[in-house]
């Protein structure tokens, strides 16, 4: 079982599509997939369309320790969903002696369930993301191609070797531009500088202003929303470059 945190603490880099896009394109190709959703704004879980009870999430086994609740079964597959109430750990974390290790702990019980855990980490540093990057063998760093999305990256090195003093194996896998415009110089003059300096940098993935929110906005998958579009056939590139990349082996 691999598990693969996305992050990027600057806000809006698509973290959560990149969680719900590539988790669906693994549960297309046969993966047995869990997706934990650590955001208290909850955009994974409303974007599979599933509301929660504060009971299905993370919030017990953070604070608490807690076996991991029963997951969501959506489009193929298992989501731990988040509500809200998530935030309350961030402010709990703090006073438990080793609570940041919890999730960790309790995924580990799932080794033989799942191919591949991808969790969904908030856009702050705090508690949560610092669980999340505990619980994971590698990252995976959306960056969006805009000078705002490069700036944000040495911040983002520099919580990673911090990371990496509770974590040793931790590591980036794989950078992914975010939101590219190719008809925008910026982005491609961008894009460059992303190419000259990341390793190993996925392919861009396009901003499509319609396809997204639209999909958003149906609960669902890109892929399961627009099949055989020029976003899907985007994102199972995706796929098939961090399939290189992660070894998932042999599908389920
Ligand atoms: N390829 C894309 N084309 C168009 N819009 C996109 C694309 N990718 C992401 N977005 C939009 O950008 C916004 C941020 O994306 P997303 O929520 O996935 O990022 P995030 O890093 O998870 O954000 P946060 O930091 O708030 O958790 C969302 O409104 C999403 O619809
Ligand atoms: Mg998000």
């Not at 193929?76 to 988040?82: T, V």
Request: proline share 8%; glycine share 8%; charged share 15%.
């Amino acid at each position: 079982m691999k598990i693969l945190t996305v992050f990027n603490h600057a806000g809006g880099a698509a973290k959560t599509s990149t969680v719900r896009d590539l988790g669906y394109a693994f549960a297309q190709r046969g993966f047995r997939v869990l997706l934990v959703d650590l955001d208290p704004q909850a955009n994974l879980s409303t974007w599979l369309g599933v509301d929660a009870e504060p009971s299905q999430t993370v919030y017990q086994t953070l604070v608490e320790n807690a076996p991991l609740p029963a997951p969501s079964t959506v489009f193929g597959l298992d989501l731990i969903p988040s509500t809200l109430g998530l935030a309350k750990a961030e402010a709990q974390l703090p006073g438990i002696i080793g609570g940041v290790t919890h999730l960790r702990d309790r995924l580990g019980e799932w080794t033989d369930r799942y191919d591949l855990v991808l969790i969904d980490s908030p856009p702050s540093l705090g508690q949560l993301s610092l669980s999340a990057c505990l619980a994971a063998g590698a990252l995976i760093v959306p960056v969006p191609t805009t000078h705002k999305g490069v700036g944000g990256l040495p911040a983002v090195h520099e919580m990673v070797a911090t990371y990496r003093k509770l974590n040793p194996g931790l590591h980036i896998a794989w950078y992914v531009p975010t939101q590219y415009n190719a008809n925008t110089s910026h982005h491609r003059e961008v894009l460059d500088v992303l190419r000259e300096r990341l390793t190993p940098l996925g392919s861009p993935i396009t901003y499509r202003p319609a396809v997204y929110p639209d999909a958003h906005a149906q609960g669902m998958p890109v892929s399961a929303y627009q099949p055989g579009s020029a976003a899907d056939t985007e994102i199972q590139r995706a796929a098939d470059e961090l399939e290189a990349i992660i070894h998932l082996g042999v599908q389920a």
